[in-house]
């Protein structure tokens, strides 16, 4: 099993990546927790137990449930268990259930413990660290939530086995996109050299990738965890170019699917715009192709306002600027304005003859 | 006019505490933030602009309305107003609108600038400094909320000549509290020397007994920011009390006039104890009494359930114990449970002979 991993975060406070290697392991560590304790599913979360924790909330499963009357659901429980501020909130499931619970912990009042067991491979990699809590609010994605982090994310390989193959590819995406924010290679050669080990969900290669994947997350959210210096917005690579195309495929893409894609385009607009040089896109798009993700992929040349309008909705804009996260080499993102042209020329299919 | 007051609170954040002059010169300061800012009022702190700034929010006034759905309409008027990470939410008001622009502040994309201006002697010497934010929930007082400390808050005496007495007075009752939690005698001192002033709402008067109070409380707070080591608490000093005779009085009670009978209570439920000694105790009563406070108030004996079971409410009780804040010494506040019969006979109304 790989070796627990601590990241400090603001004013101090650490979160403690703990792997555990079975369920069994996990139900033992979990019931350490004791009684003041509030438990947070999903319907599919929900069903990994054969008999629930006294105080539950089972919440509907889904991003459109990511609203504050969720929120609410939360916190009624957690009074009507005769919860305080000493209690802890555990969330366990995908990044929906792991972001509202986060969220829910951080306001009641004024913020008691949490704790998140991640369940999919998004969410060990990505929601689970790093302390972002989140709702939607009024049709926009995560707009509303505060910087918490969890004390402690229980992870266990094992949760991976059972997981739908397109949500295990979804979380691959985001994997792949650490990879390239590395400076040192070594998550890069490990998906390489181990492909057939990752897509079968051999416990190690899982506990390895894991492991790797989230020192690469944890080294940019140490430096900046309240994203204010443009350091963690690296970890956004892909995700101006993926967050506009889920939104314009009314999210029926996967999240990590379609960070992949946004990945290679990111490296594309990079190489247009004398940032990126053409080895580093070679790599990204060979690793992509290995993995089976669809780099191909173009928008229609009709749907170029929309997504567009969709890219400049995006969160990351400050003061109505839309700011790109590029790679000058491996581990060495830069923030840039781009012209629109150059996104509409890398993203679009071009114009074919009749 | 007094000094102003850096407050350094959890993170290293600091709440620069800017005393100005007049109502003119709190306009020249408040447009120094420029463009990228939402203003938030009630229809009465609204009523003190002849012209209102342009991105604005005006929430109806009341403790009932602090829930959700005004936190909903400030984020949803940020959104329409185009404000990002970037911008910044003025919060212009009593408690409840200081509160909740604070929170909407911490939430709205995880978190934007904040500066306050309060309007009520009891939000500037309470609600405002300290970076609690909050709504109610479930009939529950600030059980939703984060720590939010405002990057500036504006202290204008001008605004307190306006005030109506009874939340003056209220105000006040923070005040006094803040004069026993200070070992040094000075602002008991000034309180004493200049009734007449103090009352007259002289604005000299009004600047020295701002700082002296902030002083005390900014001691508080820094040394436990997040109200997690104990020594926090000591600003609730009398809240217990206070909090129990709002509800059962249906919050007909002004929240500073109950902390002032409840100051009372705290310090003979204290003497009675064995941890105040009469000499303060009687300090506590004739400052209360020169100023008008009804100290001699008893609940009468039917409520006494009700007194109780309010008490146990409280937000402060850790793991369902009550603890109340004594105090040893001027300045040296201690925690502690106390046997229900003792806290009865130190609030209810002795049975009377017929």
């Known amino acids: 099993m790989a070796a627990d991993i ?53 919440l509907p499963s889904g991003e459109k449930f990511k609203s504050w009357s969720s929120i609410e659901k939360i916190l009624s429980a957690a009074l009507d268990a005769h919860l305080g501020r000493d209690s802890l909130f555990i969330g366990f499931g995908g990044g929906v259930v792991c972001d509202m619970t986060a969220f829910a912990a951080s306001v009641f009042m004024r913020g008691c413990g949490l704790v998140l ?59 792949i996109k650490h990879a390239f924010l590395s400076s040192a290679h070594d998550l890069y050669d490990f998906l390489v050299d181990n492909r057939k080990d990752v897509l079968s969900r051999d416990r190690q290669a899982l506990s390895t990738m894991l492991s790797l994947s989230l020192q690469v997350k944890a080294s940019y959210i140490e430096r900046d965890p309240e994203e204010r210096k443009g350091i963690r917005q690296a970890l956004n690579l892909g995700h101006t170019f993926a967050h506009a195309l889920e939104s314009i495929e009314d999210f029926r893409v996967k999240h990590g699917t379609a960070v992949a894609w946004g990945l290679s385009r990111a490296m594309h607009c990079g190489q247009d715009a004398g940032v990126t040089d ?59 304005d781009l012209p629109a042209q150059l996104v509409q020329r890398n993203v679009i299919a071009p114009a074919t003859v009749r």
């Open 6 to 58: 601590d990241v400090t975060l603001q004013g101090g406070r650490t979160t403690h990546v703990l792997f555990v290697d079975t369920i069994r392991e996990l139900s033992s560590r979990l019931s350490d927790y004791g009684q003041r304790v509030l438990w947070v599913f999903d319907v599919n979360s929900a069903r990994l137990f054969t008999s629930l924790p006294e105080n539950n909330v089972i």
């Open 278 to 336: 053409s080895a580093l896109v070679e790599a990204a798009d060979s690793l992509l192709t290995m993995y089976g993700y669809d780099i191909a992929r173009r928008i229609e040349r009709g749907r170029w306002l929309d997504f567009q309008s969709a890219v400049a909705k995006d969160k990351k804009n400050i003061s109505g600027r839309v700011r790109f996260v590029l790679l000058e080499d491996w581990g060495r993102p830069v923030l840039k």
């Open 117 to 175: 067991v991640p369940t999919t491979l998004l969410c060990m990699v990505d929601a689970s660290i790093g302390g972002k809590s989140a709702i939607d609010f009024h049709g926009g994605k995560n707009l509303v939530g505060t910087f918490y982090p969890a004390r402690d994310v229980l992870i266990s390989p094992s949760c991976l086995r059972t997981l739908p193959e397109s949500e295990y590819m979804s979380g691959l995406g985001e994997v």
